[in-house]
């Protein structure tokens, strides 16, 4: 670490000389302080350290959201270990991809996924131990998390610098796999200046953390707070009515949301009363109609919009108000441009693919050499989606490339060709497209386009199901539809933008 370095854990270090005394975390019935806060990471660096992980080793963690995990983090950032968020909603064939894909050597497991863990852990002899995380019954093969906690002396910690490696979070399988995206320290340092401008976040604020902490948007804001020196209130999974009421009490001012979170939390205000004044920013992606309902009971709170991904975090951003539609302009840190199919710049008013410049851009997919040489050609990370510029700089989302055709049902990243590849391992289909369709309370829903083999009949929800049972449950369609033929193109292939005209319309 040199002289013009700051890591996460220097501002964690920071608000304990700070804010000694005031909340830095908030779980259930548990409160940690700025400077508990710190002592927990100290411990748990010391005893990591105690236990063999070096800088750069891989920690992975399946479960849900609890002051343990945030506490992870923050020992991860002091030693310089590469936490693997693995989000728990995927199936065992899934998570088994995950962490055979970055070969932790320890796994950290809530009590809903310990047997799957263990399961895997048997198969997989990069795995060393297995841990608990959070709350609930410990199982065989698991050491309590407790145990890992040691006495620090001062010589725990390497000499580590931002550009080390934090975390890795695993995006959608454009090839059948999701790719790990491998996220320095800098990155997230970077990206929470961006948003404590942009959401006018200090020492005062406090984030509800509603979104998982292996999203990035979740954790993304988790850190920018801890930067800022407020407070993260920690909910283990979303709750409406738990939401409205901690927000109450704790006052909450900032929180991020995808649909449905925001009809969900509509619909319970009205079955009581809550004091939800205290908010002041929010961001995210919903209907414009939940947005609205929830500004007219909030009238103070600004709504923000953008364009970003894990691979970049926030690249644009306004508050929804100033250009309603746009996603708003490039953040203070970042330099966008649109580039044509042979990376040639595209003048205002032409759609072309978004290319970023920013210290925020991830440091590349774990393993892919290939793709990432592809991704980070001259100079720009290629974001694979289409945007266009007014002439007042605000950029407006297009669609998406051919090859990184994707789904976002509820903030969830699903690409089309994983979900085709579960349904045609089903032996009555032929042939399938799936596409995206508007879906009010999701955003978007997953619509399957099927052919079936000669003298098959199956019914859509036993599809449905089967597709379920192979790969997580958000990946699933939502509504299947069955036809005689797909349309083809010249060479053949399935039209899939021929199949969207035919059945694009709204789930």
């Known amino acids: ?99 055979q894909d970055c070969t932790p050597r320890f796994v950290f497991a809530g009590a809903d996924y310990q047997k799957t863990v263990a399961e895997i852990a048997e198969k997989a002899d990069f795995i060393e131990k297995c841990y608990s995380i959070g709350e609930g019954e410990l199982q065989q093969g698991f050491l309590e998390f407790k145990t890992l906690l040691s006495e620090p002396d001062g010589n725990d910690a390497p000499d580590i610098s931002a550009d080390t490696g934090f975390v890795i979070i695993h995006t959608a399988a454009v090839e059948g796999h999701p790719r790990g995206a491998l996220l320095s320290q800098a ?5 929470s200046l961006i948003a404590m401008g942009e959401y006018e976040l200090d020492h005062d604020g406090c984030h509800m953390c509603i979104l998982p902490l292996f999203h990035i948007a979740g954790l993304n804001l988790a850190i920018t707070m801890m930067h800022a020196g407020g407070k993260n209130v920690i909910l283990e999974r979303f709750d409406p009515e738990l939401t409205l009421k901690l927000i109450e009490k704790e006052k909450g001012t900032v929180f991020f949301n995808f649909a449905p979170i925001l009809g969900m939390m509509m619909d319970k205000y009205e079955e009581g009363s809550y004091d939800l004044t205290s908010i002041r920013h929010l961001s995210g992606m919903d209907h414009p109609d939940n947005i609205k309902r929830f500004l007219s009971l ?160 199956l019914d859509a929800k036993d599809l449905i199901e089967f597709v379920g049972s192979k790969i997580a449950r958000y990946k699933k369609p939502q509504q299947v ?27």
């Open 298 to 457: 909030v009238p103070t709170a600004v709504y923000h919009t953008g364009f970003a991904q894990t691979e970049a975090m926030g690249v644009t951003g306004a508050p929804i108000s100033e250009k309603p539609g746009s996603a708003g302009k490039p953040t203070t840190l970042a330099r966008v441009a649109l580039f044509d199919d042979f990376d040639i710049e595209v003048p205002v008013g032409t759609p072309g693919e978004i290319c970023v410049r920013s210290p925020t851009v991830f440091l590349g997919y774990w393993g892919l050499e290939e793709e990432n040489a592809f991704t980070f050609r001259n100079g720009w990370h290629h974001t694979g989606d289409i945007g266009r510029f007014d002439e007042e700089g605000y950029l407006w989302y297009v669609k998406r490339k051919a090859q990184k055709e994707l789904i976002k049902p509820g903030g969830e990243n699903v690409y089309p060709v994983e979900v085709e590849k579960a349904i045609l391992d089903h032996p009555s289909i032929n042939e399938v497209s799936v596409i995206g369709v508007p879906d009010q309370k999701w955003g978007e829903a997953i619509k399957a386009v099927c052919v079936l083999k000669a003298g098959e009949s």
């Open 187 to 191: 990155n997230c340092i970077y990206s």
């Open 481 to 507: 539809v069955y036809v005689d033929v797909l349309p083809k193109n010249n060479e053949n292939e399935i039209d899939r933008d021929q199949v969207k005209k035919d059945h694009g319309g709204k789930y």
């Open 1 to 99: 670490m040199g002289v013009r370095d700051f890591t996460i854990y220097d501002f964690i270090y920071r608000n304990a000389q700070l804010y000694p005394d005031r909340d830095a975390i908030v779980f259930n019935e548990k409160r940690l302080t700025h400077k508990e806060y710190k002592e927990k990471c100290d411990s748990l660096a010391a005893g990591l350290v105690e236990a063999g992980i070096t800088l750069g080793d891989r920690i992975a963690v399946v479960a849900h959201n609890s002051d343990e995990f945030i506490i992870l983090y923050g020992a991860a950032a002091k030693i310089g270990a590469i936490v693997l968020a693995v989000n728990w909603r995927f199936q065992p064939d899934e998570v088994a991809y995950v962490l």
